[in-house]
C-alpha cells in the first residue's frame, strides 16, 4: 500500500518567507508525528498528533513554528519569518495508534533558507 | 528524558566482513527499541525492533537482541554488502515518553566492494 508521502520534496526560499509543508499519513493510521533531522541536531522530535489533537508541542523549536492537522488524515508544519537555521530535513511519520507503535516515515521535505 | 549512546562512526568494511554496531540506552519505563536506517538522499527506513527483554528483531541479514540488563540493542550482521551503505540510527520508544521516538546520531557505514 501506499506509505507517507510529503510534498514538496525540496523547498528554498528567502529568509523571512513563510512556508508550509504537507504530509499525507498512511490510511487508517490514527497518529502522526515530525520531526527534524539536521547536521547539527540530528533527528529531533517536533510534534506529535492523535486524530487531529496535538497532545505534544514540546518539540517546537519557537512560536514561529505551527502545526495541524484536518480530518485525522493531512497534517501542515507552517513556519513563519523563517531564518536560515531552520534549514533542515523535515520528516513526517504515522503510525497506527500512538502507544509504542511502530513509525513509518516520509521521504522528508528538505528545506533551506536562503 | 530517554536518551541513546550510538557507536560513532564512519565504519568502513570490505564486502563480506562483520558488522557490529553498539547502541545502549537510558529509559524509564519499558521502551520497545528499533533501528531505522537511512539510505543516501532518502529517508528514514525501519529496519527492525523488539519490544520485550531477550526479544531478537532481524531482517535482511541484520539482528539486534533486546537486552534488559545491559540496556543495549546491538546491531549485527554477519556478511556486509556494498548496498547496506547507508546511516544508521538507533532509538527507544516509550519509556518517559511511549510516543516519542529518541535517536541516536546515527552511524556511517560505508561497505567497500
Known amino acids: 500500500g501506499a506509505g507517507v508521502s510529503q510534498s514538496p520534496s525540496n523547498k528554498v526560499t528567502e529568509k523571512g518567507k513563510d512556508v508550509e509543508l504537507r504530509c499525507d499519513p498512511i490510511?487508517?493510521?490514527?497518529?502522526l508525528y515530525w520531526y527534524r533531522q539536521s547536521l547539527g541536531q540530528g533527528l529531533e522530535f517536533l510534534i506529535y498528533?492523535?486524530?487531529?489533537?496535538?497532545?505534544?508541542k514540546s518539540g517546537l523549536p519557537s512560536d514561529r513554528f505551527s502545526a495541524e492537522r484536518t480530518g485525522g488524515s493531512v497534517s501542515t508544519l507552517t513556519i513563519q519569518r523563517t531564518q536560515q537555521e531552520d534549514s533542515a530535513v523535515y520528516l513526517c511519520?504515522?503510525?497506527?495508534?500512538?502507544?509504542?507503535?511502530?513509525?513509518?516515515f516520509g521521504p522528508g521535505t528538505r528545506l533551506l533558507v536562503l | 528524558g530517554d536518551s541513546v549512546t550510538q557507536m560513532e562512526g564512519p565504519v568502513t568494511l570490505s564486502e563480506e566482513a562483520f558488522l557490529t554496531i553498539n547502541c545502549t540506552y537510558t529509559?524509564?519505563?519499558?521502551?520497545?527499541l528499533f533501528w531505522y536506517v537511512q539510505y543516501p538522499g532518502e529517508g528514514l527506513q525501519l529496519l527492525l525492533k523488539?519490544?520485550?527483554?531477550?526479544d531478537k528483531g532481524s531482517n535482511k541479514g541484520f539482528e539486534a537482541t533486546y537486552r534488559k540488563e545491559t540496556t543495549s540493542f546491538h546491531l549485527e550482521k554477519g556478511s556486509v554488502q556494498v548496498s547496506d551503505s547507508a546511516v544508521y540510527f538507533c532509538?527507544?520508544?516509550?519509556?518517559?515518553?511511549?510516543?516519542?521516538?529518541?535517536f541516536g546520531k546515527g552511524t556511517l557505514l560505508t561497505v567497500n566492494p
Open positions: 490510511s487508517g493510521h490514527t497518529a
Open positions: 529509559a524509564t519505563g519499558y521502551p520497545s
Open positions: 511519520a504515522s503510525s497506527l495508534g500512538p502507544i509504542q507503535e511502530t513509525q513509518y
Open positions: 498528533f492523535q486524530g487531529n489533537s496535538a497532545p505534544d
Open positions: 523488539a519490544t520485550k527483554a531477550d
Open positions: 532509538a527507544p520508544l516509550g519509556g518517559g515518553s511511549n510516543y516519542k521516538l529518541t
